[in-house]
């Protein structure tokens, strides 16, 4: 019996122990680091970073700063301080100055309004899991460019279509315009002839000439 008790107890001991101890967080590279998108208030925890590479990171949160933001791309001095973790406006003046050397961000500083102005910035390297959300919004893009395409394919069919038959029924109005006039032309020759006295007279000096041999013409009374 004690010989079991002591088996267990060492064995209880020790998961005791591993219920209790923490887990190891694998540390992150430097790199790693750099490429993640540091939400602000988190820069002074990165204060064993060399310089260079905190510089560097204080540069890329300033982009993704300037891409989060809704204030017509102004980014007012204060609210950069405070996310960037600095302590003077001379600093924030360098690290946006070296941005711009470095081509990571195209700005102007106003001392005077006491703001950035962006005009353009580079992009950030893109998370692994966003990636299956941009492939399904380019895929959705896709589908609807295919769509308007087969839409726009048919509802041009249609208007060609109705342009031929519009064509037609012109080219048959202008054929019906064209045989009414010359039909009333026609009708006018007829009228003014039948109201012509010379032409009235050729044609009954006509009509006798043609009288058979021997026939006599009717007495005028």
Sequence with gaps: MLRVVNRILPRATSLRALSTEKPKV???????????????????DLVNLPPAALRKLQQLSLITLAANSTSNRQLPYADVIQYLGLSSVRELEDIVIDAIYNKLIKARLDSKGQFIEVDDWASRDTPANNIPAIVNLLTEFAQSAADVRQHTLVDADRRDAQVTAERKRAQQAEADLIAARKAL?????????????????????????????????????
Excluded: F
């Design 26 to 44: 694998p540390k992150k590279s430097k790199e790693e680091i750099m490429k993640e998108k540091t939400p602000a208030g988190k820069l002074d």
């Design 185 to 221: 032309d026609e009708s006018v020759m007829a009228t003014m002839n039948s109201h012509d006295p010379a032409t009235s007279t050729r044609a009954k000096a006509s009509r006798t000439g043609r009288q058979r041999p021997g026939q006599t013409a009717p007495a005028s009374k």
